[in-house]
């Protein structure tokens, strides 16, 4: 069973750090894309990141691009997202996500979700 | 970067009807189009990929069609359980994958 658990979320100031983790089970991670999606409160849902299987592509929102890198580190089945100088605007659940696609067949869209963390930027 | 309209924001049907949400690519997308159904305080969950097939263990009571820049999905009988926000998601231009803007279903 896929299994994604997202942590790191928290309250920070506006202009403050946040790392959020997502430990992942269940499926050959390295051998995926993965994906990073917010959502604010009461709003839609906005893709943010990905990266490839390798780590050797990355591809951000506009609205976050600058300011938050993806990473991730396969020996420990796990993603990353270091957001810095954030904004109210960022105020969102965080999802990690996983691709539908096996790593040489490209991006497919996502198919299996975590349940989020909560990050609230505020003074 | 190509923008999804997805139309009617919302929705209100009674048990049994037929709904239905409409997705609009700014440009060709061939069927690299996913939909999602999202219930209150959940993650998202896929329905349709690639524009019309069933994701394993999905009602037949969804399907999706369309093609190009136009897509349609389906619930053919509404249920008390369908009661969510459903999105539609293009994945054929990089590096955005862009969601519409959501159609909340809501029981009449």
């Known amino acids: 069973e896929v299994q994604l658990v997202e942590s790191g979320g928290v309250v920070v100031q506006p202009g403050g750090s946040l790392r959020l983790s997502c430990a992942a089970s269940?499926?050959?991670?390295?051998?995926?894309?993965m994906h990073w999606v917010r959502q604010a409160p009461g709003k839609g849902l906005e893709w943010v990141s990905l990266?490839?299987?390798?780590?050797?592509?990355?591809y951000y929102a506009d609205s976050v691009k600058g300011r938050f890198t993806i990473s991730r580190d396969n020996s420990k089945n796990s993603l990353y997202l270091q957001m810095n100088s954030l904004r109210t605007e960022d105020t969102a659940l965080y999802y990690c996500a996983k691709d539908r696609f096996i790593a040489a067949a490209g991006v497919g869209g996502i198919d299996y979700w975590g349940q989020g963390t909560l990050v609230t930027v505020s003074s | 970067d190509i923008q999804m309209t997805q139309s009617p924001s919302s929705l209100s049907a009674s048990v049994g009807d037929r709904v239905t949400i409409t997705c609009q690519a700014s440009q060709d997308i061939s069927n690299y189009l996913n939909w999602y159904q999202q219930k209150p305080g959940k993650a998202p969950k896929l329905l349709i990929y690639d524009a019309s097939n069933l994701e394993t263990g999905v009602p037949s009571r969804f399907s999706g069609s369309g093609s190009g820049t136009d897509f349609t999905f389906t619930i053919s009988s509404l249920q008390p359980e369908d009661i969510a926000t459903y999105y539609c998601q293009q994945y054929d231009n990089l590096p955005a994958l862009t969601f519409g803007g959501g159609t909340k279903v809501e029981i009449k």
């Open positions: 269940g499926f050959t991670f390295d051998d995926y894309t």
């Open positions: 990266i490839s299987w390798d780590g050797g592509s990355t």
